[in-house]
């Protein structure tokens, strides 16, 4: 009789392909690059479990984010990524954006906001000089529903065919398809937690946000429904 361990069918991998891990536990630190970012008016905050100083809050109004500069890592390319990451959001009154990976002028690739509908989040993505999306068309399709006060987990899924979404560890109705032959890319364009926009815009974030991870492939359900659970 053979002692081997069998693996566990049901057991999920979410640390293969991980470029970025940024826990948000009072302090913004990327546990892969070892990379600390700029806290600009955030401020520590109990997160979805209710530990204190395990979370950052962000005000729109005093203009609250996270700089990390050009964090390389937080780059998405070959099309294929996860991003996933917790967020609380106080009101919907202005668009807000969870992160973004672009300049205000450009360079651009990414900005995860609500401009398009206050009620969703969307993964609003470009070529590097903004002229098109790689994912998608305006307005996009690929969204998770904001309920406010209320800690929600979301993961943008990219599997170099079709972009989905899933919110609390279901696969949302709506999907974004790539277009051929673009492709993101890796600018120097700053990462930045709690601020995000398109051309000129700076959508400021208005409530808590926790555990960013970002992956260069594709995370499958299961692993989707266990970052869910933690």
């Avoid at 279901?170 to 120097?188: E, V, Y």
């Avoid at 926009?197 to 959508?203: Q, V």
Wanted: aromatic share 12%; net charge negative; glycine share 10%.
């Amino acid at each position: 009789m053979s002692c081997k361990k069998e693996e566990d069918p049901y057991e999920a991998d979410i640390i293969s392909g991980l470029t970025a891990n940024i826990s948000l536990d009072g302090i913004a630190y990327d546990s892969i690059s070892g990379i600390t970012g700029i806290i600009v008016k955030a401020i520590p905050t109990a997160n979805r479990h209710g530990q204190t100083n395990a979370a950052m809050l962000f005000n729109r109004l005093d203009s609250a984010y996270i700089d990390f500069g050009d964090l390389a890592n937080g780059s998405v390319i070959n099309n294929d990524f996860t991003i996933s990451f917790w967020f609380m959001v106080s009101d919907t009154l202005a668009p807000l954006a969870i992160l973004s990976k672009r300049g205000v002028f450009g360079p651009w690739e990414y900005s995860i906001d609500n401009h398009f509908d206050k009620a969703f989040f969307t993964y609003d993505n470009w070529i590097n000089d903004g002229t098109t999306t790689v994912y998608g068309t305006d307005p996009l399709k690929a969204g998770a529903a904001i309920i406010i006060n209320e800690w929600t987990h979301v993961a943008f899924v990219g599997d170099g065919t079709t972009l989905r979404v899933y919110r609390n560890g279901l696969l949302q109705p709506g999907n974004d398809t790539r277009k051929d032959s673009l492709f993101l890319q890796d600018t120097s364009a700053p990462f930045i937690i709690g601020n995000g926009g398109g051309y000129g815009k700076n959508y400021y974030f208005n409530g808590a946000i926790d555990d960013i991870r970002i992956y260069n492939l594709p995370l499958k359900s299961t692993s989707i429904v266990q970052l869910a659970n933690q």
